[in-house]
């Protein structure tokens, strides 16, 4: 090959590369998707409360929406759908307050405002009441939800879980997200503005909550709904974003579930004792020692947990020296009603018909779910065999009943229940079955600001990205709750869909 042959050789060469680079350069960058399936000003992840209030905030402001949903219609919804949705009595003041500093007066004033703005909206597109709580509870309260953003022109998407944020891998800036769809296939959706995660939080995600919250993990049963798996919470943590809040005082307790029944139906089988008594039970922990009010109202408490007391010795459990923990309970209290719950309605498996409880305690006593035994020998024996623990002292547990026995007499009890709840546990059979705290939702999770921005470690905003609900809430002691949640909604709705598009 001449010079002239290779010098034009190396030219066409040249010329090519330059071309190629620059049409690499025209086109999306390696990060983005080559084509997007869909796209919308404002991508609202999750369709509960919160995310509905988005996406109504948004269309008034003259974005257009997309929502997409991990469930089906028939269970999404989230944790609102599994409330009683009960609307308390407060004021701004007590918004601020729970918000520990992380919120001036003013913003808790707007937050209240736009609570009662977001309550009008739904009322007025047919959600009605019955005292201080929606008609269906949060079933109903969540039909009336998905009725009213129905009149909005809104793209709902539902069995479609978004899987990622996508990013611009230097400066962070959200371009949209990539769901997994039913079939398998990804969508690659593009925010022309913004996206808005409110994907609820993450309780049935015991990974997220053994290392967010506890030393160790314990055995424990979720009541909600089983899509708090924190997906959006992970989704953004990916790209950088802070979290806030994620405390035991941000863990939503519900009441102790019986942990067969739990474990075999795959959510918490709620124990309760009968409504109108006897009251003839105990909780013990595997020393056969009393611990607590068993009539405490640990549902929502912010108290410091007895079944939590922990001092990190091993092997006694990882530490928590009161679990595993048993309830124990008489004939009197078997015969006196289901001990489980019954035609509930703030559970999971209440509302969708999972599990209701028997009458009369037999069907759950053939499945095992408890044991029975004619002596306390046999059952820590029946009891130690069920649960796979290791089996309760039968001589300190004998003592403990004796000694609770004598505190009903007196009617002072060691650990303040009241005395109408005092019943003595009276001679054999015995009933027993290892029960395990209960969490119905989280609410602590991603930082953000006053506009519901998504903020990084260093405390600015990530840009378009928005998140609100109980991904990550500023009233810290959840008084807001659903309310609280539809006004955060609104917030950072209005705020992704003002800005100006890519």
Same mark, same amino acid.
């Given at each position: 090959?001449?010079?002239?042959?290779?010098?034009?050789?190396?030219?066409?060469?040249?010329?090519?590369?330059?071309?190629?680079?620059?049409?690499?350069?025209?086109?999306?960058?390696?990060?983005?998707?080559?084509?997007?399936?869909?796209?919308?000003?404002?991508?609202?992840?999750?369709?509960?409360?919160?995310?509905?209030?988005?996406?109504?905030?948004?269309?008034?402001?003259?974005?257009?929406?997309?929502?997409?949903?991990?469930?089906?219609?028939?269970?999404?919804?989230?944790?609102?759908?599994?409330?009683?949705?009960?609307?308390?009595?407060?004021?701004?003041?007590?918004?601020?307050?729970?918000?520990?500093?992380? $919120?001036? $007066?003013?913003?808790?004033?707007?937050?209240?405002?736009?609570?009662?703005?977001?309550?009008?909206?739904?009322?007025?597109?047919?959600?009605?009441?019955?005292?201080?709580?929606?008609?269906?509870?949060?079933?109903?309260?969540?039909?009336?939800?998905?009725?009213?953003?129905?009149?909005?022109?809104?793209?709902?998407?539902?069995?479609?879980?978004?899987?990622?944020?996508?990013?611009?891998?230097?400066?962070?800036?959200?371009?949209?997200?990539?769901?997994?769809?039913?079939?398998?296939?990804?969508?690659?959706?593009?925010?022309?503005?913004?996206?808005?995660?409110?994907?609820?939080?993450?309780?049935?995600?015991?990974?997220?909550?053994?290392?967010?919250?506890?030393?160790?993990?314990?055995?424990?049963?979720?009541?909600?709904?089983?899509?708090?798996?924190?997906?959006?919470?992970?989704?953004?943590?990916?790209?950088?974003?802070?979290?806030?809040?994620?405390?035991?005082?941000?863990?939503?307790?519900?009441?102790?579930?019986?942990?067969?029944?739990?474990?075999?139906?795959?959510?918490?089988?709620?124990?309760?004792?009968?409504?109108?008594?006897?009251?003839?039970?105990?909780?013990?922990?595997?020393?056969?020692?009393?611990?607590?009010?068993?009539? $405490?109202?640990?549902?929502?408490?912010?108290?410091? $947990?007895?079944?939590?007391?922990?001092?990190?010795?091993?092997?006694?459990?990882?530490?928590?020296?009161?679990?595993?923990?048993?309830?124990?309970?008489?004939?009197?209290?078997?015969?006196?009603?289901?001990? =489980?719950?019954?035609?509930?309605?703030?559970?999971?498996?209440?509302?969708?018909?999972?599990?209701?409880?028997?009458?009369?305690?037999?069907?759950?006593?053939?499945?095992?779910?408890?044991?029975?035994?004619?002596?306390?020998?046999?059952?820590?024996?029946?009891?130690?065999?069920?649960?796979?623990?290791?089996?309760?002292?039968?001589?300190?547990?004998?003592?403990?009943?004796?000694?609770?026995?004598?505190?009903?007499?007196?009617q002072k009890d060691a650990f303040g229940r009241s005395e109408f709840m005092l019943d003595p546990i009276g001679e054999g059979p015995y009933y027993a079955a290892q029960?395990?705290?209960?969490?119905?939702?989280?609410?602590?999770?991603?930082?953000?600001?006053?506009?519901?921005?998504?903020?990084?470690?260093?405390?600015?905003?990530?840009?378009?990205?928005?998140?609100?609900?109980?991904?990550?809430?500023?009233?810290?002691?959840?008084?807001?709750?659903?309310?609280?949640?539809?006004?955060? =909604?609104?917030?950072?709705?209005?705020?992704?869909?003002?800005?100006?598009?890519?």
């Amino acid at each position: 090959m001449n010079r002239k042959l290779l010098s034009l050789f190396i030219a066409v060469i040249m010329a090519v590369c330059t071309f190629a680079a620059y049409a690499a350069a025209e086109g999306n960058p390696e990060w983005m998707p080559a084509e997007w399936d869909m796209n919308a000003d404002v991508v609202v992840v999750g369709f509960g409360p919160a995310g509905a209030m988005a996406a109504r905030s948004a269309v008034e402001n003259g974005a257009s929406v997309i929502i997409v949903e991990k469930e089906s219609r028939e269970f999404a919804g989230g944790s609102a759908a599994t409330s009683m949705a009960f609307k308390g009595v407060f004021e701004a003041k007590h918004l601020y307050e729970s918000g520990l500093g992380r $919120m001036t $007066m003013e913003e808790a004033q707007r937050m209240y405002d736009l609570e009662d703005d977001c309550i009008q909206w739904l009322n007025e597109k047919g959600m009605e009441w019955q005292n201080s709580a929606v008609v269906g509870y949060g079933r109903g309260f969540y039909d009336a939800v998905v009725k009213a953003v129905e009149t909005l022109d809104v793209q709902v998407l539902y069995e479609s879980p978004a899987v990622k944020l996508i990013s611009d891998p230097v400066n962070k800036e959200v371009h949209g997200i990539q769901c997994k769809q039913a079939d398998g296939t990804d969508l690659f959706i593009r925010a022309n503005k913004g996206v808005v995660l409110a994907t609820g939080g993450y309780a049935a995600n015991k990974t997220l909550l053994n290392r967010l919250h506890f030393a160790d993990m314990f055995d424990y049963a979720v009541t909600g709904a089983p899509t708090q798996t924190g997906d959006g919470l992970i989704m953004a943590m990916d790209i950088g974003a802070a979290l806030d809040g994620v405390t035991t005082q941000q863990i939503e307790w519900y009441t102790f579930s019986f942990k067969a029944a739990s474990d075999e139906m795959g959510t918490g089988i709620v124990h309760t004792p009968p409504a109108l008594g006897p009251y003839s039970h105990i909780f013990v922990n595997t020393k056969g020692e009393r611990f607590m009010d068993e009539e $405490m109202r640990v549902t929502h408490s912010k108290c410091q $947990m007895p079944f939590l007391a922990y001092d990190g010795t091993h092997p006694v459990f990882n530490g928590y020296f009161n679990l595993p923990m048993y309830v124990i309970f008489d004939q009197a209290m078997f015969e006196g009603g289901p001990v =489980g719950s019954h035609d509930g309605v703030c559970t999971y498996a209440s509302l969708y018909g999972i599990h209701n409880w028997s009458e009369d305690n037999q069907a759950e006593l053939e499945r095992g779910w408890i044991v029975k035994a004619d002596t306390i020998e046999e059952l820590v024996e029946k009891l130690a065999a069920q649960s796979g623990n290791a089996p309760i002292d039968a001589e300190t547990l004998k003592k403990t009943i004796e000694t609770y026995n004598a505190g009903c007499a007196e009617q002072k009890d060691a650990f303040g229940r009241s005395e109408f709840m005092l019943d003595p546990i009276g001679e054999g059979p015995y009933y027993a079955a290892q029960i395990v705290p209960t969490i119905a939702y989280t609410i602590g999770g991603l930082c953000g600001g006053s506009n519901g921005e998504t903020l990084d470690w260093y405390g600015n905003p990530i840009p378009r990205l928005y998140h609100a609900g109980d991904i990550g809430q500023p009233t810290k002691m959840r008084i807001s709750a659903l309310w609280g949640c539809m006004a955060l =909604g609104s917030i950072a709705g209005d705020a992704c869909s003002q800005l100006t598009s890519h």
